[in-house]
Nanobody, 128 residues
Framework: QLQLVESGGGLVQPGGSLRLSCAAS????????IGWFRQAPGKEREGVSC????????DYADSVKGRFTISRDNAKNTVYLQMNSLKPEDTAVYYC?????????????????????WGQGTQVTVSS
């Protein structure tokens, strides 16, 4: 079973930056599609970003486009979410998710129901 562990969350002032990491263990990372999600108190979990197993395709929620960047290092079995120009409305628990495909592909999605491996989450709080 793939295990995902997020880190890098914390308290940051508006306009600040954080980089979240998601480390995988148990299987090679290469054929996994990766997604980042977040859940604010009282709200449903929403898709933030995703990256194909090939690394060539990414997608972002409109609310984070131009501010967040997803990346992956397959050699380290790690995916990152660089978050810049953070806003109070970015406050949430952030989760990474993964799904293994049988071939390397250029597909990704931010639909949470598609993923079958989830981390435990890391809290991001944006406040002055």
């Amino acid at each position: 079973q793939l295990q995902l562990v997020e880190s890098g969350g914390g308290l940051v002032q508006p306009g600040g930056s954080l980089r979240l990491s998601c480390a995988a263990s148990g299987f090679a990372w290469n054929y996994y599609v990766i997604g980042w999600f977040r859940q604010a108190p009282g709200k449903e979990r929403e898709g933030v970003s995703c990256m194909s197993s090939s690394g060539r395709i990414t997608d972002y929620a409109d609310s984070v486009k131009g501010r967040f960047t997803i990346s992956r290092d397959n050699a380290k079995n790690t995916v990152y979410l660089q978050m810049n120009s953070l806003k109070p409305e970015d406050t949430a628990v952030y989760y990474c998710a993964a799904k293994r495909l049988v071939i390397n592909s250029h597909y990704c999605t931010t639909q949470r129901s598609w993923y079958d491996n989830w981390g435990q989450g890391t809290q991001v709080t944006v406040s002055s």
